[in-house]
């Protein structure tokens, strides 16, 4: 969901004058990806309850001079970024209700309720694409630096004697050889007479 640098995703909730002070607060070094009108919660101090913050225009740029992607909440009548948050590799960014989204904030959990549900689909689409693209590009980073094994030396293997098979001796033989060992035996007895 990238624009052309210089491009900005506007809110069919703001008027055009409101669309362009959100445009203008931003170089064109950073670019608007998403906006929308939508309240800010906050689990804190008690994270069992969401507590109202603000509401504003939350947008999600991309940050050319940091290399990175940020949420941002927009006060339109300051001109002013009042809420910002790196979107970071281990992010969660999670829809229980498709105008509600959460995350995992620096200091607690975060809460974006949208005014306009077409326009929180379309915020969703835009963060996750960016965080499964983030991933990517880390998975590559840690194939690329993980340590490569040693190249294996190319040497002959060594040949492993064949076991030796003993042959079977039927019992015809074992009698020959027994008869021949006897008459061996009497040859050596009688030479031994002889001398």
Not at 99 to 119: D, I, K, M, P, S
Not at 175 to 189: I, V
């Amino acid at each position: 969901m990238a624009k052309p640098q210089g491009t900005y995703a506007k809110s069919e909730l703001l008027s055009a004058d409101e669309n362009r002070i959100v445009e203008q607060m931003y170089s064109p070094k950073r670019e608007v990806l998403a906006c929308s009108v939508a309240q800010l919660f906050q689990a804190a101090p008690n994270p069992r309850v969401w507590a109202k913050q603000q509401t504003g225009v939350v947008v999600l740029i991309k940050d050319h001079n940091q290399r990175s992607y940020f949420l941002q909440f927009v006060n339109i009548d300051t001109h002013t970024a009042t809420y910002s948050e790196e979107l970071y590799l281990e992010m969660e960014y999670k829809t229980p209700y498709d105008y509600f989204h959460t995350f995992a904030g620096e200091r607690c959990t975060v809460g974006l309720n949208f005014c306009h549900e077409a326009e929180a689909k379309v915020f969703n689409a835009a963060v996750q694409q960016i965080i499964s693209r983030n991933k990517k590009r880390k998975e590559k980073m840690d194939a690329a630096n993980r340590p490569r094994p040693p190249p294996a030396t190319l040497t002959p293997p060594t040949p492993t004697p064949a076991p030796v098979a003993s042959p079977e001796i039927s019992k015809k033989d074992k009698k020959e050889k027994k008869k021949k060992d006897k008459k061996d035996k009497k040859k050596k007895k009688d030479n031994a007479d002889v001398v």
